[in-house]
């Protein structure tokens, strides 16, 4: 199947998740992935506002304010996504396609620790469809070796193998309510030479 296809029927599956059911799988990929070593260890962390179904990490981003981490969200900037520091979630107001974005002045990108990264499939490599842009491509492109990504997902949207593109860019670990995917050893490669 061709990414349209795939990006289509996984849409539709995501906005059709029920909002009790969606709630309570938000709530369990939160506890899951606050007691990941990616999580745990990042002190600054990028989230996303959730959209069109997407697994709402609000709860985890409240929680990681008060313990004292640093939270960034995306804001869209022409073709790029720049992450900018929150105090409080209420400091977002709808911007591009509505979507609540943050006021703030973009972070040095090279700040992100952890990049908790939405999708609307992810494959078992840690390949990624998103819902069109490229945004999250762009984004992850820039990372360093010592900065982490995580895929988020419900379990569903988990396929074999993706399309991809020349562009498209792996993450590093997927949670899902289900199971977490290390792709490859990457991740601790990145921290074994750190
Ligand atoms: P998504 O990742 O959101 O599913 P695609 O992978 O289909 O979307 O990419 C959408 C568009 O973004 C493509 O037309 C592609 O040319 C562009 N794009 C993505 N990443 C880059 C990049 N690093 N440089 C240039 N163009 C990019
Ligand atoms: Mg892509």
Known sequence: MDKDSIRKALKKKREEVQPTMKEAISQKICQRIACRPEYREAVKVAFYYPWKGEVSLIDLATQALKEGKEVFFPRVMGET???CPVKTLKELSPGYRG????TSSPADPGEIGLL?????AFDWEGY???MGGGFYDRALGTLKQYQTSL???YNFQLVESLPRNWWDKKVDVIVTENTIITPSTSWNLKRRIQ
């Open 151 to 153: 895929g988020v997902a």
């Open 116 to 120: 908790l990264v939405p999708g609307v």
């Open 128 to 130: 990624r469809l998103g």
């Open 81 to 83: 996504l720049v992450f």
């Open 99 to 102: 979507i609540p974005e943050p």
